[in-house]
Nanobody, 116 residues
Framework: QVQLVESGGGLVQPGGSLRLSCVAS????????MGWYCQAPGKGRELVAT???????TYSDSVKGRFTISRDNAKKTVYLQMDSLKPEDTAVYYC??????????WGQGTQVIVSS
C-alpha cells in the first residue's frame, strides 16, 4: 500500500511564503513523476507543477517564477516552495506520485489560505 502524506499548508499573508512537503511510504522501489495539483473552492483540480525522476520540471503559467518544485529521491519526498503568494493561490494542494507498475497515487491534500 502506497501512501502520500502532505504537510506545510496554512494561513499566510499575501506576498508571503510556504513550503509544502509530501512523503511517500510503502513498499516503493522507485517513483517516476511527482507533482502538485490544487483545487480551489468551486473549481476542478488543476496542475501546479511536476518533476520527473530526472528532475525535469514543469509549471502552470500562473505559478511560474513564484513556485519551485523539487524532490529528494532517497527520502521519497517532493517539495513545493511557494513564494510571493497571492489570494488566488488559496486552494487545497494535493501531492501525486507515479509508481512504476502500480499506478498513480494521491495524497489527502493540505489547505493553503492566502489572506490578510
Amino acid at each position: 500500500q502506497v501512501q502520500l502524506v502532505e504537510s506545510g499548508g496554512g494561513l499566510v499573508q499575501p506576498g508571503g511564503s510556504l513550503r509544502l512537503s509530501c512523503v511517500a511510504s510503502g513498499n516503493i522501489f522507485s517513483i517516476n513523476d511527482m507533482g502538485w495539483y490544487c483545487q480551489a473552492p468551486g473549481k476542478g483540480r488543476e496542475l501546479v507543477a511536476t518533476i520527473t525522476s530526472r528532475y525535469v520540471t514543469t509549471y502552470s503559467d500562473s505559478v511560474k517564477g513564484r513556485f519551485t518544485i523539487s524532490r529528494d529521491n532517497a527520502k521519497k519526498t517532493v517539495y513545493l516552495q511557494m513564494d510571493s503568494l497571492k489570494p488566488e493561490d488559496t486552494a487545497v494542494y494535493y501531492c501525486t506520485a507515479q509508481v512504476p507498475g502500480r499506478g498513480r497515487y494521491w495524497g489527502q491534500g493540505t489547505q493553503v489560505i492566502v489572506s490578510s
